[in-house]
């Protein structure tokens, strides 16, 4: 079955720097990336998703990045801020049509310091 | 819609009784999986429904774990005897069909402290 690492465990950061989330995979079959964010006490909820025929996605201060032929993906969020401060899961799925199951990573802790 | 509605949020419970928790997945989403989340193994899936059939249980630790979904609407995961190391949040989430490759939608979770 699909394997996700995720790297770092935690990551403290400065209000305004950037923050890096790396993950890989093991299916090579793998076709859907999406992260979640999850605050303190909260449910897991989607930020960005990435499918295998795109190498990149924006969405304002967060990107993600798609390498299939390396099989990692990763996370970056720009002008960090306090808000941004959560758990944060990268996941891997493929769909075969009649089954799909996300693999999800072990979670990164970020915390944004002022 | 109110998104995926799970019951109870807080449970404790003394070792040994039958645990049940409750599920009710967003209308319309085929797919509907239980997962559950500790400090030390991060989001574990422990099984997950097509169509209100189980696909995959391989994630379910022991057959003190058990799921159903008797009907498109409301799925339960039990724990019969339950254990302090069941300590957990036990999270509910859906999705529309997996072609489309979409969100999975959590519910709020579960927090059981088995004492």
């Known amino acids: 079955g699909e394997n996700v690492e995720q790297h770092p465990s935690t990551l403290s950061v400065q209000e305004g720097d950037s923050a890096v989330i790396k993950c890989t995979y093991s299916d090579s079959a793998s076709n859907y990336f999406p992260w979640y964010k999850q605050e303190l006490g909260k449910r897991p909820q989607l930020i960005i998703d990435?499918?295998?025929?795109?190498g990149e996605k924006k969405d304002q201060r967060i990107a993600v990045t798609l390498n299939k032929t390396a099989k990692h993906f990763s996370l970056h969020i720009t002008e960090t801020q306090p808000e941004d401060s959560a758990v944060y899961f990268c996941a891997a799925s493929r769909d075969t049509g009649t089954a799909s199951k996300l693999t999800f990573g072990t979670g990164t802790r970020l915390q944004v310091t002022l | 819609d109110a998104g995926v509605i799970q019951s109870p949020r807080h449970e404790v419970t003394e070792m040994g009784q039958e645990v049940t928790l409750r599920c009710k997945p967003i209308?319309?989403?085929?797919?509907l999986f239980w997962y559950r989340q500790t400090m030390m193994r991060g989001l574990e899936l422990l099984i997950y429904f097509n169509n209100n059939v189980p696909i995959d249980d391989s994630g379910m630790p022991e057959d003190r774990f058990s799921a159903k979904m008797p009907n498109a609407s409301f799925s339960t995961l039990k724990i019969q005897p339950s254990e302090p190391r069941d300590s957990a949040v036990y999270f509910c989430a859906s999705s529309l069909v997996p072609h489309m490759n979409t969100e999975a939608f959590f519910g709020q979770g579960t927090r059981l402290t088995v004492v």
């Open positions: 209308s319309g989403h085929d797919y």
């Open positions: 990435i499918r295998s025929n795109v």
